[in-house]
């Protein structure tokens, strides 16, 4: 809310629209209800008007704060239906809930924002800003029990990335990231490590089904070790400084899009196996940055 003197001060989204009832395997979006939402210290500190893009980034921690309440909610329940997509992929209805939840949150409070989502595509706005989202990361492990899943929400200006959000609702971590202001794991600002050589190195991947097998060998060999403890959970860790690098050889634009911004703010590299600062390649790899190229190098092959 803006107050008397042109200043906008905390914003706590409602999660409206929405009813849970879990024993119903259709559920329904419903007349508007206020469920409590916990403030952030961010959201409490008054931003100007001007202030608009910090304005946007803090509106997308709470954002993904309800989102994960949401999939949490999900999570726990037997209730859960699963349907496949076109590609095959897994889609819950917490997937399309936690979407058009940000949507219309989006919508409500700036209206003229672009908006591209994994299930409902993309919304071309007026402004400069597109919010970028996929509601449940690791839909897979979501549906199997495993705590891994996060909530992505990204922000871009004029085409740039200039926030993002991971929230893992089940492993009790968020982080985010604004341009110029560092990452921050749980209310603690993270920093890449400092590791410079591949012995030893932490390398995560997603799966290992579209790596080539020279590149495991020669990683292995190199002395990086490889666990598969991918989708955004493992930028996380490269973001926080327990692993050194993750590889991801298929992906979407929601899949990445916070990711820039998290990984460089933690004073780290993003790009794609091309080498090009890029969320739109369909493929992209993070690092603390003094292994990025022998990484990249290696998994390169094929």
């Keep these: 809310m803006i107050n008397t003197a042109g200043v906008l001060c905390h914003f706590t989204p409602a999660m409206r629209y929405m009813q849970f009832t879990h024993g119903e395997q259709n559920q329904k979006w419903s007349t508007p209800i206020v469920l ?39 999570f726990d329940t037997s209730a859960l239906a699963v349907e496949s997509k076109q590609d ?17 949150e989006v919508a409500q409070h700036y209206p003229d924002d672009s908006f591209l989502g994994e299930e409902f595509g993309e919304t071309t706005g007026t402004s400069k800003y597109r919010w970028i989202v996929d509601p449940i990361d690791g839909t897979k492990s979501f549906v199997h029990g495993v705590p891994l899943y996060a909530n992505l929400i990204a922000l871009e200006e004029d085409g740039t990335i200039v926030a993002g959000v991971i929230n893992l609702p089940s492993a009790e971590v968020l982080m985010h990231a ?50 598969t403890w991918g989708d955004a959970y493992g930028y996380m ?5 327990q692993a050194e690098a993750i590889v991801d050889y298929t992906t979407q634009a929601y899949d990445l899009a916070p990711m820039p911004v998290i990984i460089e703010e933690a004073g780290g590299m993003f790009t794609s196996l091309d080498g090009v600062r890029e969320i739109n390649g369909g493929n992209g790899i993070a690092s603390n940055g003094a292994v990025h190229d022998s990484v990249l190098k290696i998994v390169n092959q094929g």
């Design 36 to 74: 409590p939402v916990k403030r952030s210290p961010l959201i409490e500190r008054c931003t100007t008007v001007e202030d608009s893009r910090s304005a946007r980034a803090a509106l997308g921690v709470e954002l993904a704060r309800s989102a994960g309440e949401i999939a949490r909610r999900w």
């Design 88 to 104: 095959g992929s897994p889609v819950t209805q917490a997937d399309r809930e936690i979407e058009q939840f940000i949507r219309a």
């Design 178 to 227: 604004e341009r110029g202001k560092g990452c921050w794991k749980n209310g603690k600002q993270v920093h890449v490590s400092d590791k410079t050589e591949l012995d030893g190195a932490y390398v995560m991947a997603t799966w290992l089904e579209d790596w080539h097998p020279d590149s495991i060998v020669d990683l292995q060999s190199a002395g990086a070790v490889i666990r």
């Design 237 to 241: 860790m490269v973001a926080s400084g």
